[in-house]
């Protein structure tokens, strides 16, 4: 059997990982032109009028305080396609100002999953850190124009005298200290002459602008703190407002793309740029995504880690990239719902149906079909010989010839699920029931003439039928049609595994607010721990995704072993069998 593998699997080793970087990029470089959004307008009116000397540079630029999730995905697919489709490039810049959050775990989880989205930021992996020297230097500059000031009011007294959106701010009683005076302090508080929070440096505009961004914003805090990659080298960090727009100038990015958030900043990036007199990005907003019963804000899914509601980062049931991962998501189908949903100026919430449409049609040309059997119940053909064996021919994929088929074995005694037999069925149900025939997928159409039950519990536990040997599927004499196909797994053949059935995670369509909690699914997972499946699963391999005929697509589990096979479902069937599920529940 020729299994789907695309091999972008939780990365073994950098060779490994080198390795297969090379093969996705190739493919997202593959991916057809896309559609004009705004954002790209915006880049080819500069191409254009060579407002960047012709150039296109952009950066993906998270902090390293959590794991990436769906939304970053859409910013990095935003941020590295705009680069791929006008020959530019795309940095890759830890935005690491907070010491106190960030962790190497997460610098190296961005990097693994960047690679894994198919994009690549060669030699350019950048830390804001790197340039706390020349951001230091820069509010040196500012306080000898006069633009900057040490201020000694508490974080209270700032908020007070900040104003609100209606009245204007006061100014702080530092304002107007003396240049000299400022030099002096700011050197003081970078050399941890002061405690934590006693100061801060502000930029010195406007208390009365309508702009709150704008009513003097802290540029750095004392913090005596110890930095992942700076170590003690700093006790004063700068804000977030005052290194983002400067390390988009360092780096010449031309295009600094960001959520809708920071327009109100922009303003203040702008003036800061042109105090200094750097080279000076257009930043551009765009909405950021959200989905529909799903939480994407960072600091909720470290609660959901933290407090073991899910199994960790990598739970096939978190918008994680790691967790659509180990869910079983390709790339590409995670790419081609970024260019499905574009880019636009007003938040919405996109329903997650569309994600899971995008991996199903992924999926759907490129996973072979195998037969498995999650909760099963045991046939027995009764006019069926039990020693024979018949090697029975299945297509690995009917939307590819190319994947061509395999032999799947049928014997006397076979497992189906237990939902497709009713004793006393329902109306318009066209699966197994005594004195009904249905056909078994592949092979013969069977008729059911008893069942035998535990006497003690009343639960079935054989099925008795007889074949019609003159209904071989692909056989001459197999044009005699039943209503009803089932799927069915040779009892002596069967792989015995686990199967994980995940649901979603909340359970309404906005799980956002501070109830958030309280609409968390109890039944997102079930583990189904007595399955049978094909015989040509035995050897399975991490991450390979199959459709499991009429259950939908499943992908193997990196805690899978030989003797332990595990599978994920990864996502249900928009199928053609959903009308008969409906009629015969
Ligand atoms: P935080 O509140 O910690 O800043 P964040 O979600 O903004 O969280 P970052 O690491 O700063 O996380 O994000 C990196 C980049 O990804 C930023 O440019 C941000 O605009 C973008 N991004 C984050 N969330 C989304 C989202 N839901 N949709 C689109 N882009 C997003
Ligand atoms: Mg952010």
Redesign the pocket.
Known sequence: MTHYHDGETCFQNRQEKIEKKNVTNKEANQETAKPLNFIREIVEDDLRTSKYGGKVQTR????P??YL?I??A??ICLNFGIARDYSGLCNLRF?DTNPTKEEMEYVESIKEDVLWLGFDWQDREYYTSDYFDKLYEYALQLIKQGKAYVCDLTADEMRQYRGTLTEPGKESPYRNRSIEDNIELFEKMRKGEFPDTSRTLRAKIDMASPNVNMRDPVMYRILHAGHHRTGDKWRVYPTYDWAHGQSDSIERITHS???LE?EDHRPLYDWFIEQLEIHHPQQIE?A???LSYTV????KLLQLVEERIVNGWDDPRMPTITGLRRRGYTPEAIRYFADRIGVSKRETIIDVSLLEDSLRQDLNKRAPRAMAVLRPVKVVIDNYPNDRVEELEAVNNPEDPGMGTRKIPFSNVLYIEQDDFREVPPPKYFRLSPGKEVRLRYAYIIKCHDVVKDSKTGEIIEIHCTYDPETKSGGSQSQRKVKGTIHWVSAQHAVDAEVRVYDRLFRVEDPNGDEWKSFINPDSLEVLKNCKLERGLVNVTQQERFQFERLGYFCVDPDSRKDRVIFNRTVTLRDTWAKIEKAGA
Not at 60 to 63: D, G, I, Q, S, Y
């Open positions: 993906f630029p998270p902090e305080n959590g999730h939304g970053h859409k910013s935005d793309i960001c959520t920071f765009f950021r995504l959200n994407m804000s960072k600091r």
